[in-house]
């Protein structure tokens, strides 16, 4: 477990991203679930500037947890290149084009944070693939949920632009292919990077099949998710903005789990969650003023596992019941917060009119 805790102080930007399908029945109910995890050497392929924080040095470390780490009921799974029909869910064909024409070129910089360089464009593409081959795993039942660690990045590329470290957004792609594929009606999608995703909120900024949510430092790059942005037309109220100011920790990250994400998230009633876990509000990460740590990551992944696993019927409610009987802590518990309560009452003022809150 303390390697966990390592790798998380090294992670700077979003490489994360983390899934969880409600449960249907099926999967271990009394055991640990089956977690799929995409870790890849071929990510270090994309290269990037010297001293630019999202460096290819963080998969190497990311493969040597996994050397190390093992839990019950962990798959490793192979990732795929996604195919160009599949990035186009989310991106204009001219965008793509651009991308595609970095490879095998020695460097194109699209913005001055956003560098490719010649196999930049094939590593996208495993990363969106990489995503994708694990919500297949999910979805045929082979495991309960997932992990992709992957890069580069996706949350802040829109669908005409790549910017800040992202070329193709992960999550967006993928919540589009479990629209698509799988005729999912309801995909919450739960952004805790330091960062806002300004590129995913566009995505589904009208649309009511996504739940977009995000908390994030505030004013901090990219500038976007102000409380006020809440969607429009269909889309009115199914973007929810957790503008932090910097200096926030367990406690506020906590309390707004408890005030706004557990709620809204219950009654949307997804049907799939995916997280774009980037781990760079944790308190040792300089691109931040954030104090998260490893407890505060966990409350929030047992939250949603939580929220996820939820509404499934009463085996698991009996399930839950002899796991608390027999001494087994999962509970949700979450402790109270902190400064942060001003901002929260805002969010909460602001999406009262469209949730029970
Ligand atoms: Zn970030």
């Keep these: 477990m303390?390697?966990?805790?390592?790798?998380?102080?090294?992670?700077?930007?979003?490489?994360?991203?983390?899934?969880?399908?409600?449960?249907?029945?099926?999967?271990?109910i009394n055991g640990m679930l089956r977690t799929g995890y995409v870790c890849d050497p071929r990510y270090r392929n994309h290269e990037v500037p010297p001293g630019h924080p999202e460096r290819p040095e963080r998969i190497g470390a990311l493969l040597a947890l996994m050397e190390r780490y093992s839990r019950d009921e962990l798959v490793k799974i192979e990732p795929r290149a996604a195919a160009i029909e599949e990035i186009s869910a989310n991106h204009d064909r001219r965008y793509i084009d651009q991308?595609?024409?970095t490879a095998d070129k020695p460097h194109i910089a699209f913005d001055p944070d956003t560098h490719a360089y010649s196999e930049s464009y094939e590593t996208a593409l495993l990363s969106a693939g990489g995503f994708l081959s694990l919500i297949e795993h999910i979805m045929a039942g082979k495991v309960d949920n997932?992990?992709?660690?992957?890069?580069?990045?996706?949350?802040?590329?829109?669908?005409?632009?790549?910017?800040?470290?992202?070329?193709?957004?992960?999550?967006?792609?993928?919540?589009?292919?479990?629209?698509?594929?799988?005729?999912?009606?309801?995909?919450?999608?739960?952004?805790?990077?330091?960062?806002h995703g300004n590129g995913t909120q566009r995505s589904f900024y009208a649309d009511k099949s996504v739940l977009y949510v995000s908390l994030h430092q505030y004013p901090h790059y990219p500038g976007t998710g102000?409380?006020?942005?809440?969607?429009?037309?269909?889309?009115?109220?199914?973007?929810?903005?957790?503008?932090?100011?910097?200096?926030?920790?367990?406690?506020?990250?906590?309390?707004?789990?408890?005030?706004?994400?557990?709620?809204?998230?219950?009654?949307?009633?997804?049907?799939?969650?995916?997280?774009?876990?980037g781990f760079d509000a944790h308190r040792r990460d300089p691109l931040s003023q954030m104090r998260l740590t490893r407890?505060?990551?966990?409350?929030?992944?047992?939250?949603?596992?939580?929220?996820?696993?939820?509404?499934?019927?009463?085996?698991?409610?009996?399930?839950?019941?002899?796991?608390?009987?027999?001494?087994?802590?999962?509970?949700?518990?979450?402790?109270?917060?902190?400064?942060?309560?001003?901002?929260?009452?805002?969010?909460?003022?602001?999406?009262?009119?469209?949730?029970?809150?």
């Design 2 to 28: 303390s390697e966990k805790g390592a790798i998380r102080h090294k992670l700077t930007e979003t490489i994360a991203e983390y899934m969880l399908k409600v449960k249907e029945g099926g999967g271990s």
């Design 146 to 195: 997932g992990f992709a660690m992957v890069r580069p990045p996706g949350h802040h590329a829109e669908a005409d632009r790549a910017m800040g470290f992202c070329f193709f957004n992960n999550v967006a792609i993928g919540a589009r292919y479990l629209r698509s594929r799988y005729e999912l009606d309801r995909i919450l999608i739960v952004d805790w990077d330091v960062h």
């Design 99 to 101: 991308v595609r024409a």
């Design 295 to 357: 407890e505060g990551f966990e409350a929030m992944t047992r939250s949603l596992v939580a929220v996820a696993r939820d509404h499934y019927a009463l085996e698991e409610s009996v399930a839950g019941v002899l796991d608390e009987l027999g001494g087994n802590d999962l509970g949700v518990e979450l402790p109270h917060g902190g400064g942060a309560e001003t901002v929260l009452d805002a969010v909460a003022r602001v999406h009262k009119r469209f949730w029970k809150l």
């Design 226 to 277: 102000d409380v006020g942005d809440v969607g429009v037309a269909d889309g009115m109220g199914f973007t929810v903005n957790i503008p932090f100011p910097g200096g926030c920790g367990d406690d506020e990250y906590a309390a707004a789990f408890r005030r706004i994400v557990e709620p809204i998230s219950r009654r949307f009633v997804p049907q799939f969650v995916l997280v774009s876990a």
